[in-house]
């Protein structure tokens, strides 16, 4: 376990945020992060002394370990998904986005703490940092039990853009992040699951199914708070995400979508459709 810089006790919200940013090493990170979710979540039960939200000056980018290197994904190798080497290959990158996602969401949390939200805002984003936390071990327990660990083949630089993208965009941090990145991770986690049962690999199957129901909740997160942060604005919802997906997102979405686990998370079709290349959904 690291030594925190100052008393745990006095730490606010924001600066618990800060210090799970500017941890590099991966397990560090993810064990530091989920000692803060349990110091929150106690004080939110009333067994532990209040915690401001407060406020505090993140990094613009999260320290990271020295490996994975980090490339550009054109120049990240591809493997064959049904090899052995192609399914450390898929879990890797699991591992590395995980490892993003513990970070988005302490970010929210530090780099918006001074916007007035309900402290329900807090509270999801401190159980989705805590979910990631532990889904970034269980790939990393995966990736051991083949022989491979996180940090031994490279990954995906640039993971980190949408965030600097939207440094100063709340709605625009929702509609990216939770929105679009993680909507996408439910269209494609079902296929990557039967990838590993075919390889009978119980333990990323049952991984990847933690993972899968997990993320809904944090889709359902952002797409609440998006929608609360336009009913006090009094925009309209859709439109203002689209604008905002169309400024911070430098792509089209692609489909297939997986229109219920989309839909169970508060995404309706209109949302993403015209989003798509032929920005309409196919009729039928
Ligand atoms: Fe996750
Ligand atoms: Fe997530």
Known sequence: MTDTPSSEAELSL??????????????????????????????????????????ASPP??????????????????????????????????????ELNAVDLHWDIIAR???????????DDWVKAADEESKHFNLMCDCLEGLGSHYGALPAHAGMWRAAEDTAEDLMGRLAVVPMVLEARGLDVTP?????????????????????????????AYGSK???????????????VFHDLVR?????????????????????????????TDTGAQPAG
């Not at 918006?112 to 807090?122: A, E, L, N, T």
């Open 14 to 55: 924001a600066e618990m945020a800060t210090e799970v940013l500017t941890t590099a090493d991966g397990r560090q990170k993810t064990a530091l992060s989920r000692q803060h979710a349990a110091r929150w979540f106690a004080y939110r039960r009333g067994e532990a002394p209040e915690i401001p939200v407060g406020t």
């Open 60 to 97: 613009l980018r999260p320290a990271r370990p020295e490996k994975p290197e980090l490339l550009d994904p054109r120049d990240v190798p591809k493997r064959k998904p049904g090899s052995e080497a192609g399914r450390i290959a898929l879990l890797h990158a699991v591992a590395h986005i």
């Open 112 to 122: 918006f703490s001074h916007v007035p939200m309900p402290i329900g805002f807090f």
């Open 191 to 219: 296929g990557m699951i039967k990838i590993f049962r075919q390889a009978k690999l119980t333990q990323a199957v049952e991984a990847l199914e933690v993972i899968y129901k997990e993320e809904v909740g944090h889709v």
């Open 225 to 239: 708070w998006f929608h609360f942060l336009c009913g006090r604005e009094n925009l309209d919802p859709k439109d």
């Open 247 to 275: 400024t911070y997102f430098h792509s089209t979405l692609k489909p297939p979508f997986n229109e219920e686990k989309r839909a169970e998370a508060g995404l309706p079709p209109d949302f993403y459709w015209p989003l």
